[in-house]
Structure formats: C-alpha cells, structure tokens
C-alpha cells in the first residue's frame, strides 16, 4: 500500500498517510486518459456554428443574365456559392457533438490519472488549508512553498475562502473531491489533496 507525507502549509511533515493501491497504485492506461479527455472536450462544445447556404443568404433571385449569348459562363443566381457574398457549400450547421462514455471507463481512466500523478511525484497532500479569509496572495505563497504552482488543488467540502483565493491565480484551480475529472487532473502539473480529498477519492473509486 503506496504512503504519503502529509505536509501543512508550511510544507513541514506533520504525519503520514497510507493510500489505496486500487485508486493511486492502479495500472497508467494512456489511452483512457485520451478517451475520457476527448469526451469531455467534446461534451464541452456549444455546437451552435452555422452558416448561410444559397437558399438562406441576402441576394435577388433574379437569373444573373441571358442563359446564351452572353459569353458567361451559365448561371441562375447571384448566391451560388462560387460568388461572393453568396451562401456558403458544405458549411458547419447547429449540431450536437455530445456522446457518452461507459461509467467503468471513467472511472478507471480517473484511478490511472491518479496513479500517474503519484508515480511521477506530483501528488502533494496537505493536513488541512484553514483559511480564514479570501487572500489570494496568501494561496499563492502557500502553493508555492508546497512545489506547487502550477496545481489542482482539491478539498472534500467546499471551503469558500480558499475557492475565493484560489479562483484569481492563472495557473491553479479549485474543486471539491466529487468534481475530480480526467481532464482536470492531466492538465495541473501537481495535484494537491487534502487528507480528507485523498479519503473521499477513495471512497468514490476504490
């Protein structure tokens, strides 16, 4: 069973905790990683581009000129799309790229992201933030102090001064253990959890 420190926030060792090898010791499977990403991604997409084709485009349906004799080429009206400001072929409409993705495979991509953060070292877990007021500069300094800079930081219950703190830094992002995703997890190049984060994590996948 994989072990961690358990730093504060002075990135001082104030005890141990051991982890599950079901969720942070699991098998890294890349290729659920790209699955789980790319639905995300794709569920994320508005799908709302649309453009005008020959029948919805601005423009006289007049015929441009004569059928013969012109010594034009043959045409029946200013919004063909080979002229300009005519419609537009082939062109994007309103669509829906959501899919699904099967619930074991969430959830084993998510235990492989996990175990991917642990095996590299990235995995940073912290006692408690107990912050007593929204102080973005304070986040910051503490993060920095834990290597951290860059990071997920994740809490089990929603602890609003230091979501408040943390929601102005470019390069960090809160969330509470429920909302722990793939993509999230890939994206910060640490992960720090709470104890009780790493406990709900858990409980959730093991």
């Known amino acids: 069973m994989p072990t961690m ?11 141990e905790i051991e982890l599950s090898d079901d969720v942070f010791a699991a098998e890294v499977k890349p290729f659920l990683h790209w699955e789980v990403v790319r639905n995300q991604l794709a569920n994320r997409r508005q799908g709302t581009h649309s453009t005008k084709t020959r029948t919805t485009v601005h423009g006289t349906t007049r015929k441009t000129y004569k059928q013969k004799g012109s010594g034009n080429a043959r045409h029946g009206s200013r919004k063909s ?3 300009v400001h005519g419609g537009i ?5 309103p669509r829906d790229y959501s899919y699904s993705t099967p619930k074991k495979v969430r959830r084993a991509a ?16 912290v006692d408690a933030f107990g912050m007593g007021a929204p102080k973005t500069k304070e986040a910051a300094a503490t993060l920095a102090r834990l290597g951290a800079s860059n990071a997920l930081v994740v809490t089990r219950h929603e602890e609003s001064h230091l979501h408040l703190s943390i929601r102005n830094l470019p390069t960090a992002k809160y969330i509470r253990a429920e909302g722990v995703n793939v993509f999230d997890v890939l994206k910060y190049d640490r992960l720090v959890l709470s104890v009780d984060a790493a406990k709900a994590l858990e409980e959730r996948l093991g």
Not at 5 to 15: E, K, M, P, W
Not at 110 to 125: F, I, K
């Open 5 to 15: 420190n358990v730093l504060n926030t002075q990135a001082q060792v104030v005890g």
């Open 81 to 83: 799309p080979i002229f």
């Open 89 to 93: 072929a082939h062109g994007p409409h």
């Open 110 to 125: 998510l235990r492989s992201a996990l175990s991917l953060r642990y095996a590299n070292g990235e995995l940073v877990v």
